[in-house]
């Protein structure tokens, strides 16, 4: 009887773990995304053959009303290109900006936004919340470029990529706000 007892006990301990319910987190107001160059680099079709050249990984904040650049984003201070984490880049292959090399790999996205240019950041760094942790010395490529008006706003902070030749340039719009960034793939 003592057995049963504690095999009762054992059991119904057992199915008291795996009636527990998990707590899901509710949405977040920054949606993660993903921009890849080429854009049509991942597989849909079993038949597909992607070769990604380069991949972000960022967080979609929205405007929601509000003032963006020089106000929510101040000016002349490190912004980690989006919401929540910092903004990873991923190089698939080699790649130059502004002429600097950059070898494949997964690096951090940053940018220092002014009124009429932004410095972008490629950082060593990654897995880091926001801009808090930003190390300049882990800087692999800085390179100023200048801002472009647009004429229709843009609700949520979104990346993309157009491509001229062996260039990509990755587009990052938000607000009235876009910038361009030249990126040579080898």
Avoid at 54 to 70: H, T
Avoid at 114 to 139: C, Q, R
Avoid at 142 to 159: C, D, M, Q, R, Y
Avoid at 179 to 186: L, S, Y
Wanted: hydrophobic residues 45%; proline residues 8%.
């Amino acid at each position: 009887m003592k057995k049963f007892s504690l095999l009762a006990v054992v059991l119904f301990a057992a199915f008291s773990v795996q009636a527990q319910e998990v707590k899901f987190a509710p949405l977040d107001a920054s949606p993660v995304d993903i921009a890849y160059f080429p854009n049509k680099a991942v597989k849909f079709k079993k038949t597909d053959t992607p070769s990604p050249s380069i991949k972000v990984i960022y967080s979609r904040p929205s405007a929601k009303g509000r003032a963006i650049f020089g106000e929510l984003i101040p000016f002349n201070e490190v912004w980690r290109v989006g919401a929540n984490e910092n903004t990873e880049i991923k190089f698939y292959k080699p790649a130059t900006i502004n002429g600097v090399a950059i070898p494949a790999g997964t690096y951090s996205l940053f940018a220092i936004p002014e009124k009429d240019k932004w410095t972008i950041i490629i950082n060593k760094e990654v897995d880091l919340w926001g801009a808090y942790p930003y190390d300049a010395s882990k800087d692999l490529v800085k390179i100023s470029v200048p801002v472009k008006a647009l004429a229709t706003p843009v609700e949520a902070l979104s990346i993309a990529f157009t491509s001229k030749d062996n260039v990509a340039n990755l587009v990052i719009g938000w607000d009235k706000t876009s910038v361009e960034v030249p990126i040579t793939i080898k």
